[in-house]
Structure formats: C-alpha cells, structure tokens
C-alpha cells in the first residue's frame, strides 16, 4: 500500500533562517506531488504542485521554494524564513492514473513550523 | 477560479446529536472530496464522491453536481468526530484540488 512521510513533525525556527521540510511517498511511481500551507487551523493554501521530477509549478509568490530531486520526494525550502511563514505545512499526492479528477488526494501528518 | 463555500463555519452539539455539513461550489466540477481534520491534524480523507450518495458507518454523503453542492451527514455524534471538515473539489483544467474554508465541529460529553 502507498504511505507518505513527512519530517520533522514540529519546528521551530528564528527568522532568516533557512528551512528545508522533506515529504517522501512510498509503493507508488512518477505521483503528483503538492505542498499547502494551513494558517490559523483553518483554509489550506495550495503552495506548489508537481507533475514529474524537476516540474514545479508556483501557486502563490512568496520566499519559499520547492524542488523534487527524485520521483517520490519533494522539498520545500526558504533561504531567510519570515514570520509570517509560520504555520501548518502539509504534503500531499495523487496517483497518476486516468484523469486526474478521479483520483483522491492523500495527506501527510504535517509539519507544524513556528518562526521565532 | 473555481470557489468553495462551506456552512456553517462553526457547530458546537452534544454527544448523539445529528448534524449536516454543507459545501457549495461555483462550478461544474468532475469531483469532490471530504476530509477531516482531527485535533492533531491528520487530513484523513472521508468520501470521494463526484455525485450520488455514499455511506461509511456514521458518515454519509450526497453531492448533487447539476446544482453544485455537496452534503454531509453525521449521526449519533461521538466526541471523536470533533475536528474541521472540509470539502475539496477539482478545478476543471487544472491539477489541483480547491479546498473549502472548513467547519469546525465541537462534540460536547
């Protein structure tokens, strides 16, 4: 069966530092890869998405970035966090099979970042 | 783009009450997904249904697409069923979903 993996769980981080948050999928192949952000326990923010290694589109301009080395992993990085990048982050993926609105999303636990 | 309106944005009940979660969107869409998010922030997907009705246990689902809203249903209450829910629905043409703002949901003992 497919799992994803996300780490760390929880951190906490001083402004301008930099952050890499990792999200892995496993039992699946060539998925579609998406990062959010959650604010204020509610609404989710569709940050990046990714159909294939190295195709990254950007939903929303801001100091974060993402990157997918491989098939099944995807990073979100930042050079010099800001406050306002506190929040929930979440990875998600999709099988890509058939059109993509017939397949469900499935989430990662989530990464709880807090700036300092 | 497509938008998502979800009602009400807060429901507080007693254990064993019934309740209806409605989301209304703005567009034809090609399917639709209810989450729950519990108290540690797991998403964990409910239903996938483009349209009909669906029935998991306690939970169940309708979506009527031609007049683009979703509900869902939740009978005999448990404390466990507090968290936010949310519906998610596919934007035509793009790859992603667009998420609803939530209900939060309080189940009181």
């Known amino acids: 069966s497919q799992t994803i993996h996300q780490w760390p769980a929880t951190l906490v981080q001083p402004v301008g530092s930099p952050l890499s948050l990792e999200c892995t999928v496993e039992g699946t192949s060539n998925p579609n890869l998406y990062w959010y952000r959650q604010a204020a326990g509610r609404g989710l923010q569709l940050l990046f998405y990714s159909v294939g290694i190295g195709q990254i589109s950007s939903e929303v301009p801001q100091n974060l970035s993402a990157s997918r080395p491989q098939d099944r992993q995807f990073i979100l990085s930042s050079k010099k966090l800001l406050l306002s990048d506190s929040g929930f982050y979440l990875c998600?993926?999709?099988?890509?099979?058939?059109?993509?609105?017939?397949?469900?999303?499935?989430f990662g636990d989530g990464t709880r970042l807090s700036i300092l | 783009g497509i938008q998502v309106e979800q009602s009400p944005p807060d429901l507080i009940l007693q254990e064993g009450a019934n309740s209806t979660l409605r989301c209304n969107f703005s567009d034809s869409v090609n399917n639709l997904q209810w989450f729950h998010q519990n108290p540690w922030g797991q998403l964990i997907n409910l239903f996938y249904i483009p349209s009909g009705t669906k029935q998991n246990g306690r939970l169940s689902a309708t979506t009527v697409a031609t007049e683009r809203y979703s509900l869902l249903y939740i009978s005999s209450s448990q404390t466990t069923d507090s968290g936010v829910y949310f519906c998610?629905?596919?934007?035509?043409?793009?790859?992603?979903?667009?998420f609803g703002q939530g209900t939060r949901l309080t189940i009181n003992p």
């Open positions: 998610a629905v596919v934007d035509q043409g793009a790859q992603k979903l667009v």
């Open positions: 998600a993926w999709t099988a890509k099979r058939g059109r993509f609105s017939d397949q469900p999303q499935h």
